[in-house]
């Protein structure tokens, strides 16, 4: 493909996914509190019933913003389950995205963006990603397991090297059948909806 073609068609598949990211984050705001709730807990409970997270030692896992899918439940069920929890610290300089065991809440303080992160001066570093259960967030995700993230990479980075089982928390009106994609775009192998769960 001729270089400015290919720069073109980059261009275009970055301005689809903006738009995107603004329509989805405008429909996500406009969900009534109540309803989310319900959602939330739906979407959470089918991920505990996943043999992949009862199977997994380690729960890699975000710590939810205030309109992302929630992942608080989650989390606390897999402490009771005598799982280990483990959050991401972004590295703004690097761009990459390293996991950190917490214990509690309290062992979380705000990062980067705003974003809840592990304190790493009291949390102990996780470095082996090749098995456990990731729960990944996104705007949107397609059939494919594709996603449409906040656009700074971090998960595709990760996804990369992460040899466990991948699964998408997002609301069934935010999935889309075919979503633009890029060559570093990695799909997660299943999606958790409040009305589904999907294997990609």
């Known amino acids: 493909m001729p270089v400015n073609l290919q720069s073109e068609l980059k261009a275009d598949i970055k301005a689809e996914k903006t738009e995107l ?70 590295e703004k300089d690097s761009s990459e995205m390293t996991f950190y065991l917490i214990k509690s809440m309290s062992d979380l ?17 996780i470095d082996d990603y090749s098995h456990g259960l990731c729960v990944v967030p996104g705007l949107s995700f397609d059939a494919e397991g594709y996603r449409l993230g906040y656009g700074r990479g971090y998960y595709d980075r990760f996804l990369k090297q992460f040899r466990g089982t991948s699964v998408g928390l997002c609301y069934s009106s935010c999935v889309k059948w075919k979503l633009p994609r890029s060559d570093y775009d990695v799909p997660v192998d299943m999606i958790s909806t409040e009305r589904y769960l999907r294997n990609t």
């Open 109 to 125: 303080a705000p990062g980067y963006y705003g974003i809840l992160e592990p304190d790493t001066e009291k949390c102990e570093r």
């Open 21 to 90: 990211r603004r329509s989805i984050k405008d429909s996500r705001t406009k969900l009534p509190r109540e309803k989310k709730l319900d959602y939330d807990a739906d979407i959470q409970s089918r991920v505990l019933t996943l043999r992949s997270y009862h199977e997994a030692s380690v729960i890699f896992t975000y710590v939810s913003m205030e309109n992302e899918p929630s992942t608080l439940g989650i989390i606390h069920a897999a402490w009771a389950n005598g799982k280990r929890v483990a959050v991401p610290k972004c």
